[in-house]
């Protein structure tokens, strides 16, 4: 009886979309639902509460490599990827890893105390449970990102690829004014918003070209260029090489300046 539970959790795997759950277990998840029972989800089990339309309508925390695919596939959930974990009344999500140990620890602050939540951190040989506030690591593109507000700019940035934030949209969201972030990019990275925005746009890029038979065009359509010219011209900007070459290096010159 799911009602003798204080919250289900459902643990994420590999994605597979494939793959559903038994009618015994689908049973049970929406029974729980429909009896108010909490609904936790650990790093990709949100897709599976939103694919049963248990997130529709909800705030879920989604790891940053997901979140577009999460956007494209579930649009009635307000998923983000610029935080650890999400509660949002009787749901609760994370983006996976570490952030699981930080929303347990959040669990056992509100229901058992603050005091054994950091006994149980110190077990698990933490230096402390993070919070919601806490943002999501960026990745090794940008080391030198110190302050939350720049290292949720760029995550903000890394979740919307396809359509660009304008800055003044990006302040507004870490609720400070363009020249204030504008400040705080150029201490930190020595590099304005947009400049670190097209930085992370390339760099998927690249990723994309290396690792995918995607064509040139549908890999610019991904990074928010306008079309595949406008894209091999900045990427050969920023790379010194065109798309064509990275992906064909023995490819002659004239061809690949032609493509």
Known sequence: NPEDFDNVVVVGGLLDTSRRLSSEKEAFLMRAAE??????????????LARYGLL??????????????FRAEFPDVSAHADSLYSVDRGRATCAG?????????????????????????????????RSSRDVQPVG?????AASRAVKRALLLMESNLQETLS?????ARMNCSRRQLERLFGAELGIGPM??????????AKSLLEGSDLAIGEIAYRCGFPN????????????????THLRHPNRTVVNDVAR
Do not use: N
């Open 228 to 243: 595949a010219g406008h894209f091999s011209r900045v990427f050969r900007q920023q790379t010194g090489i065109t798309p």
């Open 195 to 204: 400049a670190a925005y097209l930085a992370l746009r390339v760099h998927y």
């Open 140 to 144: 090794d593109l940008f080391p030198a």
């Open 35 to 48: 009896k108010g029972v909490p609904l936790t989800a650990l790093c990709t089990g949100s897709f599976v």
């Open 97 to 129: 890893g570490t952030g699981a140990a930080d929303l347990a620890g959040y669990f056992v602050s509100q229901f058992i105390g603050q005091k054994a939540a950091e006994k149980a951190a110190k077990i698990l040989v933490l230096d402390r449970i």
């Open 167 to 171: 800055v003044a949209e990006i302040a």
């Open 56 to 69: 529709d309508g909800y705030s879920a925390a989604v790891s940053w490599f997901h979140i577009k695919d």
